[in-house]
Nanobody, 125 residues
Framework: QVQLIEFGGGLVQAGGSLRISCAASGPPFTTLILGWFRQAPGKEREFVAAITSNSGVTSYADSIKGRFILSRDNGKNEVYLQMNSLKPEDTAIYSC??????????????????WGRGTQVTVSS
């Protein structure tokens, strides 16, 4: 069983930056795809970004491409989402997720097995 705990959410002004982190425990970290989804009030959960176990492949949603950077540290069992040039529409609960590694990165929440509780990111205008 994989346990995921998110850190680092908060309030930031538009144009600012924030880094959120996720610490994982359980099965070997290096066997997992790790990623982030977000859900804004009244909206469906949407894919943000994910990274394969060896950091060989990273996938980003078009809405955040060029602004957010996803990385992982397999030595620390952590994954990081650096969010830059934040916009009010980035306001959401960001949830860390994991699944067994595969060659391609899925973008549907139903393809992921494990979830953290989420961390709130609020971007003020």
């Amino acid at each position: 069983q994989v346990q995921l705990i998110e850190f680092g959410g908060g309030l930031v002004q538009a144009g600012g930056s924030l880094r959120i982190s996720c610490a994982a425990s359980g099965p070997p970290f290096t066997t997992l795809i790790l990623g982030w989804f977000r859900q804004a009030p009244g909206k469906e959960r949407e894919f943000v970004a994910a990274i394969t176990s060896n950091s060989g492949v990273t996938s980003y949603a078009d809405s955040i491409k060029g602004r957010f950077i996803l990385s992982r540290d397999n030595g620390k069992n952590e994954v990081y989402l650096q969010m830059n040039s934040l916009k009010p529409e980035d306001t959401a609960i960001y949830s860390c997720t994991a699944r067994p590694n595969k060659w391609t990165i899925p973008r549907s929440p139903t393809d992921y097995n494990y979830w953290g509780r989420g961390t709130q990111v609020t971007v003020s205008s």
